[in-house]
């Protein structure tokens, strides 16, 4: 099956430093990524859907100058918090899918913790 | 706009129980519905999902059927085992928009004592 990998899987920061994660398609091209946010026992929420070579489209109450989101190739994208505060703290999410799948595949998260 | 929406957890069965997660759905026209999994510790994992109306998707044992009179995909399983302890998803994919961005219930905790 399609995987997707996440690096780091966790990360402590400093609150005002930056952090940047990726996204791995591993075994497929994946034309479209997406990032997600998941709060303690809650559902995800979308925060962004990028299409490789293209700007992000953030969905609304999502600062984009915050989370920057970059898709540069068709199996790697990243999502970098800037100036990173305490309530940033959450389980980011991101997935990918190709341009013939109904389906989207899940990385394992990255547990970010702001100090 | 398009909603899913789960039966709220925990849910807190013994081994070899019948389990059931309802999960209605808003949506125009015929979404692909989706159940996904979250094991502790790991991230969301596709179980099973039905593109159409009648279509049954299955998996692990784990079965739900695309009911589109009751917009209902709900999640039934007949005999759990402690190895199924996990968050289920329930989920669509709308035909709206341009990305057709999943759309995810709250999620169902569900743990299976032994």
């Known amino acids: 099956g399609a995987v997707v990998s996440q690096h780091p899987s966790w990360v402590i920061c400093k609150s005002g430093t930056s952090v940047k994660i990726e996204c791995r398609s591993l075994d497929f091209q994946a034309t479209t990524m997406f990032w997600y946010r998941q709060f303690p026992k809650q559902s995800l929420m979308l925060m962004a859907t990028?299409?490789?070579?293209?700007?992000?489209?953030?969905e609304q109450g999502v600062e984009k100058d915050k989370f920057l989101i970059n898709h540069a190739s068709l199996t790697l994208s990243t999502l970098t918090v800037t100036s990173a505060h305490p309530e940033d703290s959450s389980f980011y999410i991101c997935s990918a899918s190709s341009i013939r799948a109904d389906t989207q595949y899940f990385g394992p998260g990255t547990r970010l913790t702001v100090l | 706009g398009d909603s899913v929406t789960q039966m709220e957890g925990p849910v807190t069965l013994s081994e070899e129980a019948f389990l059931t997660i309802n999960c209605t759905y808003t949506?125009?026209?015929?979404?692909?519905l989706f159940w996904y999994v979250q094991y502790p510790g790991e991230g969301l994992q596709l179980l099973l999902k039905?593109?159409?109306?009648?279509d049954k998707g299955s998996n692990k044992g784990f079965e739900a059927t695309y009911r589109k009179e009751t917009t209902s995909f709900h999640l039934e399983k007949g005999s759990v085992q402690v190895s199924d302890s996990a968050v289920y998803f329930c989920a669509l994919k709308g035909l709206g928009g341009s990305q057709g961005n999943l759309i995810f219930g709250k999620g169902t905790k569900l743990s299976v004592k032994p």
């Open positions: 039905a593109t159409k109306a009648d």
């Open positions: 990028s299409n490789e070579g293209s700007k992000a489209t953030y």
């Open positions: 949506a125009t026209g015929y979404p692909s």
